[in-house]
């Protein structure tokens, strides 16, 4: 019989949950830990999606009035993942220190795993496929 290996809950660098103005009452719940972004949603069917940190090609954050006043926002972040090319937290607390740790993440992991920016977009000298064409014939 195989072994389950348990990631020690330690390993976990931020969790939250998607709030309704200051109340984080949902069944959206987003972690980050052992060098992936976890979501999981849903009460009685739930789905959990994960992608590893290096694979964010960009982070946005947009928050509206009624965010800042709540002190909520939504990250938005473009991904290589085959599941999730658009990653988003919606109405987290605290969400321009959890995009600026992100973003610091992705940078460490890249570093780590010594990966370039031609390696993630492709080496075809910036051939790109979908979402992420579309976003840069876009500017």
Avoid at 21 to 46: C, D, H, K, M
Avoid at 78 to 86: L, M, P, Q, V
Avoid at 119 to 128: K, P, R, S
């Amino acid at each position: 019989m195989k072994q389950r290996t348990q990631q020690p809950d330690n390993e976990t660098i931020w969790k939250d949950r998607k709030h309704f103005l200051w109340f984080p009452w949902s069944f959206e719940v987003y972690r980050i830990a052992n060098g992936r972004i976890y979501t999981r949603t849903g009460l009685l069917n739930q789905e959990e999606n994960e992608c590893m940190i290096y694979r964010v090609l960009d982070i946005s954050l947009k928050r509206t009035l009624l965010n800042r006043i709540c002190g909520t926002g939504t990250i938005i972040m473009r991904t290589k993942d085959a599941s999730d090319g658009i990653l988003t937290l919606k109405n987290i607390k605290d969400s321009q220190y959890v995009k600026d740790t992100i973003s610091e993440m992705v940078e460490a992991e890249r570093q780590e795993k010594g990966l370039l920016g031609r390696e993630m977009f492709g080496a075809g000298g910036g051939h790109l496929d979908g979402i992420y064409r579309d976003a840069i014939d876009e500017e």
